[in-house]
Every structure is written in C-alpha cells, then in structure tokens.
C-alpha cells in the first residue's frame, strides 16, 4: 500500500506526540504479537487507542490491525520523527487548542505538510507569537512591533518636550502680567 | 805825496812819540804809588770792618733775622696759599675727572645693563608670547575637546533617554494589555504575519532539512 503523502492530524502537534504515537504503535504491535500465540477462542480485548493514533491512521487509510499497515505507519513516523521540520513557536500566554490548530492547520498547508510544532511561552511578548525555524528568528511579537515603533514614541516625547521648552521660553522672555492693582475705589463724597 | 801830505806825517810821528814818553812817565810814576795805596786799602779794610762791626751788630742781625723770619713765613704763607689753592684746583678737577669717569662709567654699565634687561624683556616676551599662543593653542582644543565631548554626552545621554523612555512606555504597554489580549483575537495578525514571511520560512527549512 502505497500512499502517496503521509498526513499528521492537527491533534498530533509536536515531536512528542509523535513519539508517543509510535510507543502506542509499539505497544500495539507488541499486543498482536501476543494474541498471535493465545488459545484460539479466547476473546481479545484491543488496547484503547488515543484520539491522535486514532486520527492518524484514519487520516492516512491505514487499518491498525493489519501487521503491514502498523509497520508501514511506524516507518512514516519514524521518518516524520527524523525529518520533519521542527518549529518552536512561542505565545505570551497558554494557547487554545482552536488556535494552536489553526497556526498548525495553516503551517501544514503553507510550510510543510509534516511540519511540527514546539509551543513554548514568553509573557514578554505581550501579544502575537515568536516562531524559531531552524536557522531564523521571526518576531511576530507586540513587543518587537512595539520596538519598530519606538521612533515615532520618541518623535511624540521630542515633539512634546519641545512645546514644553518653547512654552517655558516664552514665559521667561515674556513674564506674565502682574496681577491688576486693586481697582481704585470709588471716591465717596463726603457727607 | 805833496808837502802837506809830509808834514802831516812828521806831525803824527812826533805825536806819537810824545804820548810813548807821556805813557812810560806815567808808567813810572804808577810804580811809586802802588805801597801807599795798598796801605791805604788795608786801612780802609780796617775800617770797613769796624764799620761792619759796627753796623751789623746783635741788634740789626736780630733785626734782619725776624724780617727774614716774617718774610720766610710770608712767602711760606704764600706758598701754603698757592699749594692750597693748587691743591683745590687739582682736587676739584680730579673731583671733576673721577666724576666725569665714574658717571661716563655708570652709564656704560647702566647702558649694558639696560641692553640686558632689554634682551631680557625681549626674551620674557618671546616667551610669554609663545606660551600664551600655546595656551591659546590648547584651548583651542581643549575647547573642540569639551564641545565634542559635550556633544557625544548629549548625544549619549538623548539617546539613553530615548531608549529608556521608549522601553518604559514598552514596559508599560505590555503590562497594561499583556494579559488582557486573547490569543483568538491575535489569530489574524499571527496568520498575516506567517503569510508575510511564508518564503522565508520555507526556505529557512528547506535549507534546514
């Protein structure tokens, strides 16, 4: 059975879970293996499978009870595990799953259809995301907008320090009025 | 010669013999009277020394001897006058010399000593001069030092103010809306920031892989 590109489910996100995969592919196997020499009549109970193995082979067509397709989805994983691009990709805060997903679903269409992600945290970041390939760095960061945006801040200061020196320059060259002498009282006529 | 001529001469003949005759009588008669008259001297010498004895006593001699005295001590007087007044003279004028000297020598001295403290005053002011134009010199520099310096401080300390502010206000910017922005909401900008740098990534991983 030959498949032409080995997709990952969006629950399988990072090397981790593709390790854990190919542990539960192992246990699986190790599993048939056993019941392969069990009395014949003895009723079987398959071991439960995770939700991400589960995807996995039905994304890809393989039938896990069958010894070829789990050997064939181990070697994919064992390949995945190997050359996948790995991507570590950092967030102010815990991301949701919806959104985990969605940067995983656009990364796998757009990137690369293994691609794996590491998800890591930076509460400097304020907001937006830190992605590492494997030789750059992308800020997508508030923080580093914020940085490029430090210019225009300091044109802000500078133009309102300056109205602050003019304003002070004008009150020293031009002292403000001294406040107006009482007004002068009516003279009353005498009696 | 005619008979005049001849008388004269036997005239003058027989004058001539008469005045010989009157001449060896006289002659004769002179050597007769030689005794008496030395008698006479020696008489007359006697009383000359009587006289003179007689003049010259203790009296006069004394008398001449005080005259002599008052004019040796008068001309001595006047001697001592004329030595003193010479002696003036010459002191005045040697007074005079060894004023003329000394003052002439004074001011050559003066005048050496002026053209030194002239080469002196020269020097002093070469000197002060090119000392003050070398302190001129240095503070031109040191001026263009401080104002480069104060320059590069005031760059530095406007830049280091610029920095601090802008971090500052970063700081406070992400403290302020760091928790307070869903991930959800920043959906959006991440996705159009991953579509920005899509090749990028791309070929960062391809040249990765």
Redesign the interface.
């Known amino acids: 059975m030959e498949k032409q590109t080995f997709r990952l489910p969006l629950g399988v996100t990072s090397t981790i879970d593709v390790a854990r995969a190919m542990r539960e592919l192992n246990a699986l196997n190790d599993f048939m293996t056993a019941a392969k020499v069990r009395t014949p009549g003895t009723p079987l109970q398959l071991p439960k499978l995770t939700r991400q193995l589960d995807e996995l082979a039905r994304l890809n067509d393989y039938n896990l009870t069958d010894e070829n397709h789990r050997k064939e989805l181990t070697a994919r994983l064992n390949t995945v595990m190997g050359?996948s691009?790995v991507?570590h990709i950092s967030?102010?805060?815990e991301?949701?799953v919806?959104?985990l997903e969605?940067?995983l679903s656009?990364?796998r269409e757009?990137?690369?259809a293994q691609?794996l992600l590491t998800v890591g945290l930076q509460?400097?970041?304020?907001?937006?995301?830190v992605?590492r390939?494997?030789?750059?760095l992308?800020d997508?960061s508030?923080?580093s907008y914020?940085?490029q945006q430090?210019p225009y801040?300091?044109q802000l200061?500078e133009e309102a320090a300056n109205r602050v020196v003019k304003k002070e320059v004008a009150q020293a060259t031009n002292p403000a009025p001294q406040p107006a002498k009482q007004a002068e009282q009516p003279k009353v006529p005498a009696a | 010669m005619n008979t005049g001529g001849l008388i004269l001469v036997i005239l003058m003949l027989v004058v001539a013999t008469l005045a010989f005759l009157w001449v060896a009588f006289q002659l004769k008669s002179a050597q007769g009277s030689d005794q008496q008259r030395k008698s006479a001297v020696d008489t007359i010498e006697q009383a000359a020394r009587e006289d003179v004895e007689h003049i010259f006593n203790d009296e006069f001699r004394e008398e001449l001897r005080n005259r002599g005295r008052l004019h040796f001590e008068k001309i001595i007087g006047e001697n001592a006058m004329f030595l003193q007044q010479d002696l003036r003279e010459t002191t005045s004028q040697l007074n005079d010399y060894m004023r003329s000297e000394i003052t002439r020598t004074l001011q050559d001295e003066f005048k050496k000593y002026e053209q030194s403290i002239t080469d002196a005053k020269q020097l002093a002011l070469e000197s002060i001069e090119k000392t003050r134009a070398v302190v001129e010199q240095q503070r031109e520099v040191l001026l263009q030092q401080l104002a480069h310096q104060a320059e590069g401080e005031k760059t530095r300390i406007v830049a280091r103010f610029e920095e601090e502010m802008a971090r500052i206000v970063n700081h406070y910017v992400l403290r302020a809306i760091g928790n307070q922005i869903d991930l959800t909401d920043q959906l959006d900008y991440i996705l159009a920031e991953l579509e920005n740098n899509k090749s990028a990534i791309i070929e960062d991983i391809k040249r990765g892989t």
């Open positions: 050359k691009p991507l967030f102010a805060s991301p949701s919806k959104a969605r940067i656009w990364l757009n990137i690369h691609a509460p400097g970041i304020a907001a937006g995301c992605l390939t494997p030789n750059l992308f997508m508030l923080r914020l940085k430090e801040v300091v200061i």
